[in-house]
Structures are given as C-alpha cells and as structure tokens.
C-alpha cells in the first residue's frame, strides 16, 4: 500500500478527468495541484506497438479523430500510428462539453481551460517522467487491447519503460482486470504493487471466501461495507472505483476502504480536510 496523506487514499481517476481532459498529462498536473495521492490511468498500444494513456476502444470521444480521419471509422486506437495519434487534438471537446460542469462552476478558470486546446494523447513514457518530476505516484492500469494488437506483450514493454524512466517502484502500482498479467508482474518485479481489478461487469456477483491479492481495486457498487469489514480483517485492502458521490466516500471511510478512486479528488480531499479524516 502507498502511503496517504488522509484517511483514505485520493486516486484521481484518468487524472483529474472533472477538471482536464482526461488521461493527458495536463489531467495529471491538475490532480496532483489538488493533492491527490497518486494518479490512475489506462495503458494502451498503438499499431506500431508504442505505448500511450487512453482509455476508450475508439479515439471518437476524446480526440478530434473523427474529423480528422473522416475514412478510419470506428477510429480503434490499435489501428493508428503513434505519429498519427500525436496530431490529434485530445482537449478541445474537454473544453466544449465541459463534461463535468466544472468550468461552469469555476473550478476551472478560463485561461485554464484555454491551455486545455490542443492537448496531445500522452505516451507512457511521458506519463512515468512527469510522475517521477513531481516525486508522485502513478496507477498504471494494463488494458485488454482491441485487435489487430490483442495479443502485444503489454507486461514486458510496461516494464521496459519503468525501467528506462527508472521510476521507483515504490511510486508505481500496476492494476488489471487480467489478473495472469498481475501474476506475471509479481514474478518480473516483486517490489511493484500490484493491484486486481474486480468488478468488469458491472453486475456480476464477487466472490471473496478466497483472496489470491493482497490488494483489491473493486467496483463500488459490488461489495458492501460488511465484506470489506471482513476483507479488512483478512489484511486484504480494498479500493474502490469510481467514487464521485460523497455519502458513498463516507460509508467506505467508514467501512475501512484503503483508497477512492474519483473524478472529482478535489471535492473529496476538501471532504476529508472539513471533517478532519
Ligand atoms: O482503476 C479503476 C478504473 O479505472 C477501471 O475502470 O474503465 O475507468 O478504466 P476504467
Ligand atoms: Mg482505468
């Protein structure tokens, strides 16, 4: 487990994804200006086999590739180039749709927004470097990959460029819901955190009599504050994702969760500090 500054772990879900665009290293620096914990965000694999922050299948919602590639329909991020993902504009639609009402509300400023405009899509290696620069931590979360890429040796070049970066490996954890990959981890680099992610489907029922991790990374809805009680007293630790409601925060606090992953780490940090947790 990674050290906290309150209660509870802060993990800024796709970087702070209410107050920049989401899985871009602006995200990251607004989450890291808010006082998160660490950062969460979503490894991905161009055609060409390098390694970028994205989370969706397609490159439609977050970037201008649509109007850009007008002929690459449905715009699955495994089909272009790095070189091809770098021209694209990963910020402009943050700044228009506003998708969190945040810079309608003025939580973030205008100029702020501005700088959003043209934002590129991240590579890993810039993700690890910025961490390093801001002695932060960062949850790298290994992605299943769409085809033609489906079957890329994530593990391996995840772990290269950790070790080019030389990040420490106590400021990295690495999550999936592949949990082969978690195990192949473990053995590679048994100083690296790794995190199992449960809870793909949002409605399949989650079995805990037997624990393989010692850290769990849970979809909120599936587990209630008895099992995490118990998991607690197993010494198993629990995260839940993806948390923006604060009497949901409270009921985990309260129940032992170990860290929240959240859109909004700001309003959850400014809810610790108000009640002291
Ligand atoms: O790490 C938890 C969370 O990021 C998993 O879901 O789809 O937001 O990557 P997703
Ligand atoms: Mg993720």
Sequence with gaps: MKS??????????????SLAPENT?????????VGADMWETDVAVTADGELILFHDDSLARTTDAAERFP???PWTFTTFTLAEIRTLDAGSWF??????GQIAAGAVDPATAASYIGERVPTVREALQLTKELNWCINLELKRQPAPQEHFPLVDAVL?????????DDQIIISSFNHAW????????PRIECEALVGFSKTEPLQWEKTEFGVYNVRYTLITPEEMRALAARGVAVNLFTV???E???QEIEAGAVGIITDFPQKLIAMLEANSL
């Design 4 to 17: 906290k500054t309150h209660k509870v772990a802060v993990i800024a879900h796709r970087g702070a994804r």
């Design 25 to 33: 290293l602006a995200a990251a620096r607004r989450g890291y200006e």
């Design 71 to 73: 002929d690459r329909a």
């Design 95 to 100: 700044v228009r749709q506003d998708p969190y």
């Design 160 to 168: 290269k460029v950790i070790d080019e970066v030389h990040l420490p």
């Design 182 to 189: 978690l195990r192949q981890v473990a053995a590679m680099r």
């Design 244 to 246: 923006n409601d604060e």
């Design 248 to 250: 949901a925060w409270r």
